[in-house]
């Protein structure tokens, strides 16, 4: 079992920065695939971008080149870091870990891009 719990969500001008953390809890963190999925408002959940226990990373287009995900495994702890953000990357930020058939989500956190 893991629980995440998000946080460094809030409010930023467009152009701005964040660093959202996700802390993990549980044993093995360094096996799991670790993303990040945001939803807007009347929106679908959607992959942001993900880490595999590797280190490998993958980005959905829209934020490729502005935001990027890291982990540190020795604090059990996954960061996106985020910059240029835009008024369309508004959204509720989700943390969520996958090994095999085990998938946990953390409760969110909300980012919103306004001037």
């Known amino acids: 079992q893991v629980q995440l719990v998000e946080s460094g969500g809030g409010l930023v001008q467009p152009g701005g920065s964040l660093r959202l953390s996700c802390a993990a809890s549980?044993?093995?963190?360094?096996?799991?695939?670790m993303a990040w999925y945001r939803q807007a408002p009347g929106k679908q959940r959607e992959l942001v971008a993900y880490i595999s226990s590797g280190g490998s990373t993958n980005y959905a287009d829209s934020v490729k080149g502005r935001f990027t995900i890291s982990r540190d495994n020795a604090k059990n702890r996954v960061y996106l870091q985020m910059n240029n953000l835009k008024p369309e990357d508004t959204a509720v930020y989700y943390c969520?870990?996958?090994?095999?058939?085990?998938?946990?989500w953390g409760q969110g956190t909300q980012v919103t891009v306004s001037s």
């Open positions: 969520h870990a996958n090994r095999g058939l085990g998938n946990y």
């Open positions: 549980g044993s093995f963190f360094s096996t799991y695939t």
